[in-house]
């Protein structure tokens, strides 16, 4: 059974800095992409980062420069480095992983539960 647990969130003011975390399991990790999505209320979730090795990695425009994205493959996990927080990137923020090479269309996707991730004053 696959899963994937992120920890990490909380609340933090404009400026700020957090690091999310995310631990798959039922997974051999080195085998996908895995990475970071968020959603607000009433939008679609929409990537944030991914990364496959230390040189194949995607970053959102609104996050290039204050987001860094990581893996460490001997423990399953991925992280995101979040700097220079705004109130917009308030979100509930997924960890992702899926297949590298399969088509998007029939890939299996797998979803943590989700973490709150607040900017505010």
């Known amino acids: 059974q696959v899963q994937l647990v992120e920890s990490g969130g909380g609340l933090v003011q404009p400026g700020g800095s957090l690091r999310l975390s995310c631990a798959a399991s039922g997974i051999r990790s080195s085998l996908y992409v895995m990475g970071w999505y968020r959603q607000t209320p009433g939008k679609q979730r929409e990537l944030v980062a991914t990364i496959y090795t230390a040189a194949a990695k995607n970053y959102a425009d609104s996050v290039k420069g204050r987001f860094f994205v990581s893996r460490d493959l001997a423990r399953n996990t991925v992280s995101l480095q979040m700097n220079d927080l705004r109130p917009e990137d308030t979100a509930v923020y997924y960890c992702?992983?899926?297949?590298?090479?399969?088509?998007?269309?029939?890939?299996?996707?797998?979803w943590g539960q989700g973490i709150q991730v607040t900017v505010s004053p």
């Open positions: 992702n992983a899926y297949p590298r090479g399969e088509s998007p269309s029939t890939r299996t996707n797998y």
